[in-house]
């Protein structure tokens, strides 16, 4: 199975600040890659995908890019609205996983 | 309105099954794969495998080959997913989670249901 791991594991960020996260891979996923957040107490929702495409309806402060094994998620001018755990997902190898995730919290 | 409404929350009995549901609405139920994801308490996310509704197809991740059994009623428009010979390692939240046929994002989720498996 392909292992995803994210870094950081927890974040604590001020508002208006931009925020990075990473996502590496144990090996190449060709861009097959996907951003959650998911908010206390809800279901993961789809940000980005192909590592740099943004979702419909999700706000242009997220962004997404990287190739090969290294991806990260960038979201410009933190809002209070974005506090979440955001996870990674491959999708270019079954079975489909996921990273632990990165808690973000405000500080 | 796209919306995927799971049952309420489980609890079972080691060595016992659940079966939980996830009702379809706000499309069409076979034009997509409905995939299932399970969230231990304070960890990440696992992909347990998908069934196409329309075919009954199923594939599942080798982990929960033996635990999860996928089923779906066309009919109701509901998927299911039946959980077995239940230990502590299935506490967890289990969500549904839908995708296009080859596309591997999962675009809406239910609400999720939890599993307590205690005697």
């Known amino acids: 199975d392909i292992r995803m791991t994210q870094s950081p594991a927890s974040l604590s960020a001020s508002l208006g600040e931009t925020v990075n996260i990473e996502c590496l891979a144990s090996e190449d996923i060709y861009s097959d890659l996907a951003w959650y957040q998911q908010k206390p107490g809800k279901s993961p929702q789809l940000l980005i995908y192909n590592a740099n495409s943004l979702q419909n309806g999700v706000p242009s402060r997220f962004s997404g890019s990287g190739s090969g094994t290294q991806y990260s998620l960038k979201i410009n001018s933190l809002q209070s609205e974005d506090v979440a755990t955001y996870f990674c997902q491959q999708y270019n190898n079954y079975p489909w996983t996921f990273g632990g995730g990165t808690k973000l919290e405000l500080k | 309105e796209v919306q995927l409404q799971q049952s309420g929350p489980e609890v079972g009995r080691p060595g016992s099954s659940v079966k939980i549901s996830c009702k379809a609405s706000?499309?069409?139920?076979?034009?997509?794969?409905m995939n299932w994801v399970k969230q231990s308490p304070g960890q990440g996310l696992e992909w347990i495998g998908w069934i196409d509704p329309e075919y009954g197809s199923t594939d599942y991740a080798e982990k929960f080959k033996k635990k999860a059994t996928l089923t779906a009623d066309t009919s109701s428009n509901t998927a299911y997913i039946q959980l077995s010979s239940l230990t502590s390692e299935d506490t967890a939240t289990y969500f549904c989670?839908?995708?296009?046929?080859?596309?591997?994002?999962?675009?809406?989720w239910g609400q999720g249901v939890m599993v307590t498996v205690s005697s």
């Open positions: 989670a839908r995708s296009g046929y080859g596309s591997y994002l999962f675009d809406y």
């Open positions: 706000g499309y069409t139920f076979t034009d997509y794969v």
